[in-house]
């Protein structure tokens, strides 16, 4: 497997993309409410939850003032 590099992600950048990825996970989480097929919303709820994830590690980030993203793993 290869290894990560670091991203080299202002602040600014890092707080956009952790927006992004909120507003990402808030939008499936409501799809997958909609959803009547029980069986269809798995992958729905996983796409949610997996946007949610980055979020949280680009918020650590932010707030650690390290835009290295790779030591995260």
Known sequence: ?????PLD???LE????ARACRALAYQE???A?????PGMRGPIESTAKRAA??????ERARKKGDSSLSRDR
């Open 1 to 5: 497997m290869r290894a990560m590099t």
């Open 9 to 11: 992600l202002t602040d």
């Open 14 to 17: 890092l707080e956009t993309a």
């Open 29 to 31: 989480e409501q799809a």
């Open 33 to 37: 409410k909609r959803m009547e097929n």
């Open 53 to 58: 994830a980055l979020a949280e590690k680009l």
